[in-house]
Nanobody
């Protein structure tokens, strides 16, 4: 079991950057696959990025590939989402998620643990 707390959201102009952090509790962080999802007003939650336990395998939604980078520091029980070249359509609440085992890191339904989310607003 793990508890997740996101931080780093805020208001930024288009073209700017933000780095989101997800701090996890417990001693088994390195055992979890970690993912970032987002939900805009009136829309369903969608996949953004995910990272395997070792950090050697990463996955991205096509719309953020090349702009966002997911990484993890297992020793600090933290996963990051570096967001560059932000666009207004990136505006959403961003959620951190974790699971011990899953076959499709982009599938939100396969994650058992979720943070409360952090708001990212990108102005044009």
């Amino acid at each position: 079991q793990v508890q997740l707390v996101e931080s780093g959201g805020g208001l930024v102009q288009a073209g700017g950057s933000l780095r989101l952090s997800c701090a996890a509790s417990g001693r088994t962080f390195s055992s979890y696959v970690m993912g970032w999802f987002r939900q805009a007003p009136g829309k369903e939650r969608e996949f953004v990025a995910a990272i395997r336990r070792s950090g050697s395998n990463t996955y991205y939604q096509d719309s953020v590939k090349g702009r966002f980078t997911i990484s993890r520091e297992n020793a600090k029980n933290t996963v990051y989402l570096q967001m560059n070249s932000l666009k207004p359509e990136d505006t959403a609440v961003y959620y951190c998620a974790a699971d011990l085992s899953l076959t499709a890191p982009m599938d939100s339904r396969q994650y058992d643990y979720w943070g409360q989310g952090t708001q990212v607003t990108v102005s044009s």
